[in-house]
């Protein structure tokens, strides 16, 4: 395992050991009921596959588990698949509390387990996934080999675009657009509450642009059928600092007065 992977994993057990005890993850909600997934997931799936009942899905990049789960409560037999060995642990006793059944896994998607290849129907990322990826051509063959025949790939995630803005005013970059370039950056707080400190100093993060992205499905031997930039999103993203929520409820990134990508999703099929 390399350095970077290792750094990241252990961000990542120590983001699991502490997610879902704040009021950014509702575990209390979810128990109750409520579906811990956004409305741009669930259309996007629903685009893809129609309704879930008799679906095989994959869910890779899973921590600990709301997901995952919340599409189990759809109807899917699903598996979670994470790198993070404390996520998982995590996200089985989730599931036994929620009383659902699930599979968890323990893998680096980027190197798929040889017993999950031609298992699924679909394969399912969604938010803050590939800049955690050195390999993205790796990932997505991952993908591809999960699937079964006429299976697809649904992947929803931060515009590479957004993730390069530091400052709006003035405008300013500081992370790019392509490339994969590893890239090692601070991390003493995380995303759901910036007020908590970790002990992971660093984290490494990597660019993908949409063409990097698309052309690594192709050569997987996917057929892209849907790809979709969104103007708006229904939360921050992480990124507070830089977003503005409108009176729709939805938040946006504005440069020089212009709306620019923050989500996409992309669908691709095995023939």
């Known amino acids: 395992m390399s350095e970077a992977l290792e750094l990241n994993r252990a961000r990542w057990d120590e983001l699991a050991r502490l997610h879902g005890q704040d009021d950014y993850y509702d575990v209390e909600g979810f128990l109750a009921g409520r579906c ?18 008799d679906v095989d899905l994959l869910h890779v990049q899973c921590h600990f588990g709301l997901g995952t789960l919340s599409w189990a409560r759809l109807g899917a037999r699903v598996t979670g698949l994470d790198f993070s060995g404390v996520a998982v642990e995590r996200a089985r006793a989730l599931a036994a509390a929620a009383g659902l059944d699930a599979r968890f896994v323990q893998a680096d998607v980027q190197r798929l387990p040889s017993d999950l290849a031609a298992s699924f129907d679909l394969v399912v990322a969604s938010y803050g996934v590939l800049p955690w990826i050195s390999d ?80 690594a499905a192709a050569a997987a031997g996917l057929r892209v059928t849907r790809l979709s930039e969104y103007l708006d999103a229904e939360g921050p993203q992480g990124r507070q600092e830089l977003m503005v929520q409108g009176s729709d409820g939805r938040w946006r990134l504005f440069l020089g007065g212009q709306a620019i990508p923050v989500e996409y999703a992309l669908h691709a099929r095995l023939p």
């Open 36 to 53: 811990a997934l956004s409305a741009r997931e669930r259309d996007e799936v629903t685009v893809a596959v129609g309704a879930l009942s």
């Open 136 to 215: 993205v051509a790796a990932w997505v063959k991952s993908a591809a080999t999960a699937l079964r025949p006429g299976g697809v790939m649904v992947l929803i995630d931060g515009h590479p675009l957004t993730q390069m803005v530091d400052t709006v005013e003035p405008v300013r970059f500081d992370f790019p657009y392509q490339g994969g370039a590893a890239h090692r950056l601070p991390s003493t707080t995380f995303y759901a509450n910036s007020a908590t400190r970790l002990r992971t100093m660093h984290t490494v993060q990597y660019p993908h642009g949409m063409g990097e992205i698309v052309t």
